[in-house]
């Protein structure tokens, strides 16, 4: 796998939507496998209440954030929690003065290497929280700058809209589509991605990728059926990259939504940190439930066509595996005791809120 890649804190929220496994996750079912990211995709299952939770990640600086939120969730007033991880910008009942996220975030166990790590970095969390903190966030930070600061496109007017018919009659009367085409075909150009976001690692590279249209077309056509089809004041992504911020509360992630942080804290599931490659732990035990994330976009051809028979010859009958994929897709799955669901793939891409991903979910048969 791209190691240099995985190697720092790539991600603190999350650029997937977290919902597509919470809704295919069956109730307290034995084992899940997930990659860990942000955490902010894998740690909501735990309101499912699984017995087991084993995530990994070859950064042990994705795992401490995991860490951070699970304990987070565990620990803290939700009102807290949301303002500790950045949600909101103060305490309702707080020092108009300025809330201390310091304070708050001594109140977590957390373990000396993950509470280390953290205290290093105060300055950079303590004014403003943790979820923008990563390295794509920044970038879609940046690149919302540029929308509304330098090409002057105010994107605001859509995200007012209530609903999705005055919000489609705004985006075809008034998107900025000559300035947002030109900019897109640069900002998501195969150069840009590869040379800023994926360390000379990204899976849509022409001699690699499956997807045939360019990355900036894809995009393009991609946000352009979300803005027809979704409530974009509901989503947390489109408002992170089009006004820089989580401006609309209904548009939280899933593991901001109140009840999802109560579910957690009652939840009595078992958590493993795995620091290391999905391959040499995914054979290990048995998982009912596996949430791949788009890593397999970075393996090998041959490991990517081999994934379900990675999984434990002991995974029981039913157990579903979410890929997801952006540019590059397996191209000969191998699906000897597995099924691929393609009314759910469908399902999942329409739901999807990120736009920039295809789904492949399997079934063991």
């Not at 791209?2 to 496994?21: G, H, M, P, V």
């Not at 496109?153 to 947002?180: G, I, M």
Request: hydrophobic share 35%; aromatic share 14%; net charge neutral.
């Amino acid at each position: 796998m791209a190691k240099e890649y995985f190697s720092d804190l790539n991600y603190t929220l999350a650029n997937e939507d977290t919902r597509i496994e919470f809704e295919l996750l069956p109730e307290g079912v034995e084992r899940v496998f997930s990659i860990a990211g942000s955490g902010a995709r894998c740690l909501p299952l735990i309101a499912k209440n699984p017995k087991y939770l084993d995530v990994i990640d070859m950064s042990v600086s994705q795992l401490y954030l995991c860490e951070l939120r699970l304990q987070a969730m565990k620990t803290l007033p939700y009102e807290e929690y949301l303002f500790l991880m950045g949600y909101r910008g103060a305490l309702q009942g707080g020092d108009d003065g300025g809330d201390d996220r310091e304070k708050i975030f001594k109140k977590l166990t957390l373990s000396s290497e993950a509470s280390r790590y953290w205290m290093d970095r105060v300055q950079g969390w303590k004014p403003k929280g943790f979820i923008l903190l990563g390295r794509w966030e920044s970038h879609f930070q940046k690149l919302g700058y540029l929308f509304r600061d330098v090409l002057k496109c105010d994107f605001s007017k859509f995200f007012a809209a209530q609903t999705l018919q005055e919000q489609v009659e705004v985006y075809e009367r008034e998107w900025p589509k000559v300035r947002w085409n030109s900019f897109i075909r640069l900002a998501a150009s195969e150069y840009v991605f590869n040379k800023f976001l994926y360390k000379g690692h990204f899976s849509g590279k022409s001699e690699h990728k499956t997807e045939q249209r360019a990355p900036s077309q894809f995009i393009m056509e991609e946000f352009d059926r979300i803005f027809r089809t979704q409530l974009v004041r509901k989503n947390y992504f489109m408002q992170i990259l089009f006004l820089g911020r989580i401006a609309y509360e209904e548009g939280l992630p899933l593991e901001a939504h109140q009840h999802i942080v109560e579910a957690v804290k009652k939840s009595k599931t078992e958590i493993r940190y795995l620091h290391g490659n999905l391959l040499e732990h995914l054979p290990r035990y048995p998982y009912n439930f596996v949430s791949l994330s788009d890593t397999i976009s970075y393996l090998e051809q041959q490991d990517a066509n081999q994934i379900l028979q990675k999984l434990s010859q002991e995974t029981p009958s039913g157990s579903q595996i979410v890929i997801r994929s952006f540019m590059r897709a397996p191209t000969e799955i191998d699906l000897q005791s597995w099924q691929e669901l393609g009314d759910l793939n469908q399902w999942a891409q329409k739901k999807d809120g990120t736009g920039v991903y295809q789904f492949h979910i399997f079934k063991k048969t």
